[in-house]
T-cell receptor, first 110, second 112 residues
Framework: DGGITQSPKYLFRKEGQNVTLSCEQN?????MYWYRQDPGQGLRLIYY???????QKGDIAEGYSVSREKKESFPLTVTSAQKNPTAFYLC?????????FGPGTRLTVL | AQSVTQLGSHVSVSEGALVLLRCNYS??????LFWYVQYPNQGLQLLLK??????LVKGINGFEAEFKKSETSFHLTKPSAHMSDAAEYFC??????????FGAGTTVTVRA
């Protein structure tokens, strides 16, 4: 089955630690996205990549970093510079004018 | 810059009643329009989309939406609510640049 996988589903981090969220897709899509979801605020775009080895900042990129070394993979690193990282993170890819979403990772900073 | 407004953060309906979720966008050019549904702790699932052509769009699970350019609206409706429709719904727009802008979401509860 084609789709997007995110791991882990739940992640706990101590303050001051970097953490990497995984996103893998087997849909053969060129473009991939990372969103952050907070209650009452909808989804906000963190980073996106339209092709391998290239990516652009979204609306709230500060404190985050990404890489796109393979078409299938678009990992997101939440760095210690992100002041309020506790949130639900969603990865997506696009095909046929439609974005397909992964199941999400819930990050909690302790 | 474009924006998306969903009127009402919470909507409560009785089972079997009409579901109406409102979405307005601000833009000088017609965007692509989407409605997504999200169940707790899950990703988003596309309900329906409008890109071009017929302005009344039918989606999954009995939902439909109508694009009204003069009103810059894309309201989502379902004639008869089911308990399984309880979820959060998001309206989104894009301008063929493959980036989506989302509304804040509307949580639907269904009363038995």
């Amino acid at each position: 089955d084609g789709g997007i996988t995110q791991s882990p589903k739940y992640l706990f981090r101590k303050e001051g630690q970097n953490v990497t969220l995984s996103c893998e897709q087997n849909l053969n899509h060129d473009a991939m996205y990372w969103y952050r979801q907070d209650p009452g605020q909808g989804l906000r775009l963190i980073y996106y990549s339209q092709i391998v080895n290239d990516f652009q900042k979204g609306d709230i990129a500060e404190g985050y970093s990404v890489s796109r070394e393979k078409k299938e993979s678009f990992p997101l690193t939440v760095t210690s510079a992100q002041k309020n990282p506790t949130a639900f993170y969603l990865c997506a890819s696009i095909g046929q004018d439609e974005q397909f979403f992964g199941p999400g990772t819930r990050l909690t900073v302790l | 810059a474009q924006s998306v407004t969903q009127l009402g953060s919470h909507v409560s309906v009785s089972e079997g009643a009409l579901v109406l979720l409102r979405c307005n966008y601000s833009s000088s050019v017609p965007p692509y329009l989407f409605w997504y549904v999200q169940y707790p702790n899950q990703g988003l699932q596309l309900l329906l989309k409008y890109t071009t052509g017929a302005t009344l769009v039918k989606g999954i699970n009995g939902f439909e939406a109508e694009f009204k350019k003069s009103e810059t609206s894309f309201h989502l409706t379902k004639p008869s609510a089911h308990m399984s429709d309880a979820a959060e719904y998001f309206c989104a727009v894009s301008f063929n640049d493959y980036k989506l802008s989302f509304g804040a979401g509307t949580t639907v509860t269904v009363r038995a």
